[in-house]
Every structure is written in structure tokens, then in C-alpha cells.
């Protein structure tokens, strides 16, 4: 899934980056864990 700034429902700061999320829950998995999702291959990142 591609999420854009003007159709993400959140985003975080990490690293110097701004990552955008279809939802607040998938945002919230990230921030918990974020190291674990930016080591996956880009087409398993989805949560």
C-alpha cells in the first residue's frame, strides 16, 4: 500500500525521516518497533 502525506491518517518522525501510515495502529507499531519494520525488505513492510 502506498500512502501519500495528503492520504496518510498519521505520521512520525524517525531518524530524520517523516513516515506516513494508513492508520493510527500501523503508526503505533512503528514507533514501538521501529528498527524491526526498517530491516525488512521494502515489500514486507507492510503491517
Known sequence: MTVTPETSAAAWEHGGVVYYFCSVGCMERF???PD???SMDPDQRHM
Do not use: G, I, V
Open 31 to 33: 514507533r514501538q518497533e
Open 36 to 38: 524491526r519494520f526498517l
